[in-house]
């Protein structure tokens, strides 16, 4: 089975751009978490997807979002980038967020310049 | 507000050992707990969960154990290998409601194996 997969590993962007990551979840899951990690930080959690829904969301401003598509596919959103957003940003999927083991992607290295 | 504390930052043990990891919650709330391995530039991967209605669970070198009323998780690995060294992670997660796909956790103990 394969794991999951996140768009694309390494991304360098400006202060004020926006930014999209992707991910594909494991076949059969239909609970798509984001987090950040930092080192300040460690892994913080951003959202979670299931269904197309947004059922939970972290302490973060409103410049992070996402969405889910019909076949569980999910991407997050960075609109007007800080510095303080360069992070490595992990998605993690379940069959249903809850009493299920989260699977994770490689992430997506995010550099803010 | 830490809820899920990883009070050593590190640990270092000899191949063929034990190696102890431990992790404290403040929230009585969780009911689940799992612990992840993470080598740099990669996704952290799941070792091994527990409920807390259990209060330990083993797969293979790995074995969780859990203590509710002192709030306190480790996990022991038996033996240790150098392909042990890794970050290691708790986490913490509760059921249902705003706690849907959410979890919390510690700031991770580095684990180096010596050969």
């Known amino acids: 089975k394969a794991g999951v997969t996140q768009t694309p590993r390494y991304l360098i962007k400006t202060r004020g751009q926006q930014v999209t990551l992707s991910c594909s979840p494991i076949?059969?899951?239909?609970?798509v978490s984001w987090y950040q990690q930092t080192p300040g930080q460690g892994l913080q959690f951003l959202f979670e997807?299931?269904?197309?829904?947004?059922?939970n969301k972290g302490n973060f401003p409103g410049r992070f979002s996402g969405r889910q598509f019909s076949n569980s596919r999910s991407e997050m959103n960075v609109s007007t980038l800080e510095l303080g957003d360069s992070a490595l940003y992990l998605c993690?999927?379940?069959?249903?967020?809850?009493?299920?083991?989260?699977?994770f992607g490689p992430g997506t290295r995010l550099t803010v310049l | 507000d830490q809820q899920v504390k990883q009070n050593s930052p590190s640990l270092s043990v000899q191949e063929g050992r034990i190696s102890i990891l431990n992790c404290d919650y403040t929230?009585?709330?969780?009911?689940?707990f799992l612990w992840y391995k993470k080598y740099p530039a990669e996704g952290p991967t799941f070792l091994i969960s527990?409920?807390?209605?259990?209060d330990k669970n083993e797969d293979g070198r790995f074995t969780v154990f859990l203590n509710k009323s002192a709030k306190h998780l480790s996990l022991h690995i038996v033996p240790s290998q150098p392909g042990d060294s890794a970050v290691y992670f708790c986490?913490?997660?509760?059921?249902?409601?705003?706690?849907?796909?959410?979890?919390?956790f510690g700031q991770g103990t580095i684990l180096t194996v010596h050969p």
């Open positions: 076949s059969g899951h239909r609970s």
């Open positions: 993690a999927s379940s069959y249903t967020g809850s009493y299920n083991e989260q699977f």
């Open positions: 929230n009585s709330m969780f009911d689940y």
């Open positions: 986490a913490a997660s509760r059921a249902g409601g705003t706690s849907y796909g959410k979890l919390t």
């Open positions: 527990i409920s807390s209605i259990k």
């Open positions: 997807y299931f269904s197309e829904t947004q059922r």
